[in-house]
């Protein structure tokens, strides 16, 4: 792909782009505006990128950079359960209860296990997307893996107390 095509960019970053933006707002029409705002932005600014190999970092640090001013000073709204985004997990009550987990855990968390999930990046372009060292990149990604696990386990035992 080449620096100047942007039908490429967009057919093969949307997706990826709207999942991060939906992780990062918990919002599909807020997501939705994301993505044409980062890919709007990022066309603009298309000569300032280096190496096309870095495209989707760049692409991610534009959006974070455009949720972050989007939502100075809100709180990230609750997440919406957005089939769009949770395709890998085909049982409705699981993807419930990710989402409901996902809501519990903190911003940050979420973020990094959104873009780590949904991405193909490896832990030195999820570095470069999140502009962070990778050692911290692991030890972020260790942490929200754990709230994660903590926040699930408090959707099944609900289940369990609620004779579901």
């Not at 990046?121 to 999140?130: C, F, P």
Request: overall charge positive; proline content about 3%.
């Amino acid at each position: 792909m080449k620096t100047d095509d942007f039908e490429g960019w967009v057919r093969q970053y949307r997706a990826f782009l709207y999942r991060a933006a939906w992780g990062l707002t918990g919002d599909r029409a807020a997501a939705e505006d994301l993505v044409q705002e980062t890919f709007t932005q990022a066309w603009r600014s298309r000569h300032q990128l280096r190496m096309i190999e870095s495209l989707q970092p760049w692409l991610y640090r534009i959006l974070r950079r455009e949720a972050g001013r989007r939502c100075s000073g809100q709180n990230l709204a609750p997440l919406e359960a957005a089939d769009a985004v949770l395709v890998e997990f085909p049982a409705h009550d699981e993807r419930i209860d990710l989402v409901r987990a996902l809501q519990r855990i903190s911003p940050r968390h979420r973020e990094i296990l959104v873009l780590y999930y949904l991405s193909e990046l490896d832990y030195a372009g999820l570095a470069d997307a999140l502009e962070i060292p990778a050692g911290t990149v692991m030890s972020r990604l260790s942490r929200a893996r754990e709230a994660l696990r903590l926040a699930l386990g408090k959707d099944r035992e609900r289940h369990v107390r609620q004779g579901s």
